[in-house]
């Protein structure tokens, strides 16, 4: 005698078991799959963002040392302005009453300052402020030096993120 299988509209029983269990491992498989493609995905798209604001950290700090180290008596206006559109706070504030003194002595000296930024490095930054290190060369000449003078500088500044921008609202030189 041969044991006979359960049948269940036409097929065994014992088939029918695995197949479900197939179907509801699929369907748990595709989940997890996809709950862990999404989770990878956000990550990446943090680390995007992350990076980008980086990059931005560092593109306005530049630009902002650049303008401070960057000054010509014979456009000092044009210089000083430059300054400050990328300035935000106290830092703006101070700069702007010292501008009509600053324009005076600059003329006075002829004072010019062309500066290089060799390196900028993030000491730290969130979504709405940064600090940033950076180290920049300048040859400045003026009536006591005129054949030129270099300088290396390393600023300090700390930056806001305002309307869109990363501007600077501190500037300090440090050792």
Do not use: C
């Not at 748990?28 to 995007?48: K, M």
């Not at 008596?73 to 300035?87: G, I, Q, T």
């Not at 003194?101 to 930024?117: D, H, M, P, Y």
């Amino acid at each position: 005698m041969s044991a006979s299988v359960p049948v269940r509209r036409g097929r065994p029983l014992a088939r029918a078991g695995n197949s479900r269990a197939l179907t509801v491992g699929l369907v748990v498989a595709t989940v997890l799959t996809t709950a862990l493609t999404i989770w990878l995905s956000l990550g990446l798209n943090d680390r995007r963002e992350a990076e980008q604001r980086r990059q931005d950290i560092l593109a306005a700090a530049r630009q902002s040392a650049l303008n401070f180290t960057s000054l010509d008596y014979r456009h000092y206006d044009r210089d000083s302005a430059n300054v400050l559109e990328d300035a935000t706070g106290d830092f703006k504030k101070q700069f702007a009453a010292q501008t009509e003194e600053l324009t005076k002595l600059v003329a006075v000296n002829k004072s010019v300052s062309e500066g290089q930024i060799l390196e900028a490095g993030i000491v730290r930054s969130d979504e709405h402020s940064a600090r940033v290190l950076v180290v920049a060369d300048s040859k400045v000449t003026n009536t006591a030096v005129p054949k030129g003078e270099a300088r290396t500088y390393r600023l300090q500044l700390d930056l806001a993120y305002r309307d869109g921008r990363w501007l600077t609202s501190d500037v300090e030189f440090v050792g």
